[in-house]
């Protein structure tokens, strides 16, 4: 399981900020077009596996849609606090500003962090700067590592077909995001192979999600159910909430719909060929 789940997350993502690094600066039409196609792979994934399988443990719809409901509420939750410490601090988010990230190094807030290396700052605040920043990025993370491991945990430990299709959809679908934490890291002035590392590093809660996922998935049916629920519920919340929004933003066009229209496609492709 853990070795599945790095594969799909470090390397998935590091990979992705493989792609960013060797990528031009603006290249916010290919990031736009990348993570809308990445969102409409995680709603077939969601949608047409985890939801399915959620109910399919016979604990009551109503169970079902109270954790989802739960997912959604704790991740929009953590990302307002951090929005609220973040904010502020960056000068161009104003009253004015889009009520989603219009930008990459908004959505992993960079930005934050780069306002603490301009004015100086002394190690502690950097230091808390980046927690918040990898804060950020985790919670795009555990809900995905917490697929994993309750996918495993539903099939006696094992890696079943559904587990390796599970696998492969969000090492897809990291892949994007994996360029949306390189390439504002790279545009801040880090150099590119650090960013990279620092990237791939950035799928490490993956693992830990996974690990979640599994203890809450082997107590039983409810433990399954709970997790596959809130893990739904916290990516519906990314997508619909974060990526999309921002994809669009970023790139203002209809492209992106028609982008997430063939990833949700080729998801559910992958997860019923």
Not at 21 to 37: C, H, M, P
Not at 102 to 110: G, K, R, T
Request: net charge negative; hydrophobic share 55%; with cysteine.
């Amino acid at each position: 399981m853990i070795l599945t789940t790095t594969l799909a997350g470090v390397v998935g993502t590091g990979l992705g900020g493989l792609i960013g690094a060797l990528l031009e600066k603006d290249s916010n039409r290919t990031v736009s077009l990348l993570l809308s196609f990445a969102g409409g792979v995680m709603l077939s994934v969601v949608c047409f596996d985890l939801i399915v399988e959620a109910i399919e443990t016979n604990v009551g719809i109503f169970t079902v849609i109270g954790a989802i409901a739960l997912g959604v509420i704790v991740i929009y939750l953590l990302n307002h606090l951090i929005d609220q410490k973040t904010n502020p601090e960056v000068p161009h988010i104003d009253e004015n500003h889009p009520k989603t990230a219009d930008d990459l190094n908004e959505l992993i807030h960079s930005d934050h962090l780069e306002q603490h290396y301009a004015r100086k700052d002394n190690k502690f605040s950097l230091f808390v700067a980046g927690v918040v920043m990898a804060s950020a990025i985790a919670l795009h993370n555990v809900p995905e590592g917490m697929t994993i491991g309750a996918s495993y945990a539903s099939n006696n430990a094992v890696m079943g077909s559904a587990a390796l299709i599970l696998a492969i959809l969000i090492g897809l679908h990291n892949i994007p995001e994996g360029m949306a934490v390189s390439v504002p890291l790279i545009s801040g002035g880090m150099s590119k192979w650090k960013a990279v590392l620092v990237t791939a590093c950035s799928g490490i809660p993956t693992i830990i999600g996974a690990l979640l996922g599994f203890w809450l998935g082997d107590i039983g049916a409810l433990g399954l159910a709970l997790s596959l629920g809130f893990a739904s519920g916290a990516m519906l919340y990314v997508v619909f909430g974060e990526i999309l929004p921002q994809a669009i933003l970023m790139y203002h066009s209809k492209l992106p719909a028609f982008s997430a229209i063939i990833g949700i496609l080729v998801g559910l492709l992958i997860i019923y060929v």
